[in-house]
């Protein structure tokens, strides 16, 4: 049998090493000095960061996108802006745009700056996203057998979740990893590539405690794609696969829901501009199933159902515009059969000290802009520090005395240390469930809510299981 080391290669020779080798081999034999080299190529030197520009169109505009595109990009080169995440305002001066986009948002430039870095506009090269929000909401399927729907099905780009990409806080880089997963797997898919040479799919499992935004960042993520990709896929679709109800207590019926949700999918995955997305939340509830039928607790056709979705699974991944997302609650190893097939295996953990500051900032930041929460008598508007800049600003004592604004960090900053251990979906309930607990909930001042946010905080941390 032959080794690795006895293959040989049998490929014709790439033209461009027997080139090289040939004026390798030239000069070794030829006495006098090699040849000067050939002129390099013109090479454009763009070393620019490739930076997203996201434009929301109004729902109103009936424009095409590529138009909208190419004025934004003219109005992008137009101005000397520096590139940081945010809002940059649609110009008052271009009533087409005025009259068509609703707003446009720099994106993940966080992934290229450190520290108060900026990137300017000579060092960044715009890639403009035009979509607009589909407004139709979820369509369920009913058809089952009357308990559950089997599955909710949205256009995307939609509404519903307009914002969850932006509200959701990781300090590890984990959203922008996902993004260029996706990415990759797309392109891989797009240019053909042989996966018996490169292996990859398109399946990615979210797994860690509850309430880390799991679910929330799978929707999310396919929000994204279908606006990052919008240009190659016309129509983007969500197929949130509802596990629970495949298991119905009539399970004679389950073998065919299974059967109807994804000839359902295989229609939508038909249409080459269709981007799908295929959510299978809290996978765990299919493996459980297995092994209670295994163990013979439950009938033995909640097996069948089991192999029936992964056989289907098999068959989906053969499809170039299909990405499953899938989660589970099962923090340990995983070992099923169904988690073995996902490429991308990303833990999401609860939240870290950095990441509970940032979601109680932009918490705090919501209840003021809303006129829960009293401003400053001082300052117009409440713009708190983000977790960089607050670190950085409380080492400096006479920052520390000067303003109330940093007053307020080093109290947020205490709230979220007196967090740990919560979960994102607590700490996104906290400020509710301490303004409910205000004695006098009418024009709160911010210090004094984060001091009762303190004592929330523990008393729910105290009614944690251990
Ligand atoms: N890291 C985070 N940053 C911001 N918000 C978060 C974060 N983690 C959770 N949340 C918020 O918590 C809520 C619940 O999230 P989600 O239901 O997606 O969690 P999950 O991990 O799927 O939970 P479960 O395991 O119970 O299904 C969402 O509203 C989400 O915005
Ligand atoms: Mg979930």
Known sequence: MSTPMEITLQNPPDPDISDQNAVASASASAPSPPPPPPPLPPVLADDRVSVSVEACLKPSSTARI????????????????SYIDGPIPVPLDDPFLTENVERIRICDTDEWVQNHEILLFWQVKPVVHVFQLSEEGPCEDLSGDGQLPSFNEWMLPAK????????????SGLKQ???????????FTEKGIDPFLVSWNRIILLHGPPGTGKTSLCKALAQKLSIRFNSRYTQSQLVE???HSLFSKWFSESGKLVAKLFQKIQEMVEE???????????????AAARKAALSGSEPSDSIRVVNALLTQMDKLKSSPNVIILTTSNITTAIDIAFVDRADIKAYVGPPTLQARYEILRSCLQELVKKGILSNFQDCDHLVIPNFASMKEKLSMPEMQEAQTKFHLCKQLLEAAEACEGMSGRSLRKLPFLTHAALSNPYNCDPSKFLCKMVDTARGELSELPD
């Open 177 to 187: 990893r996902l993004l260029r997963y996706a990415a990759s797997a797309l392109l």
């Open 241 to 243: 696969v509802n596990a």
């Open 160 to 171: 519903e979740f307009d914002g969850m990409w932006e509200s959701l806080i990781y300090e």
């Open 272 to 286: 080459e501009n269709n981007l799908v997305f295929v959510l299978i939340d809290e996978v765990e509830s299919l």
């Open 66 to 81: 590529d138009d909208v595109r190419s004025a934004i990009e003219r109005m992008l080169e137009k101005r000397s802006l």
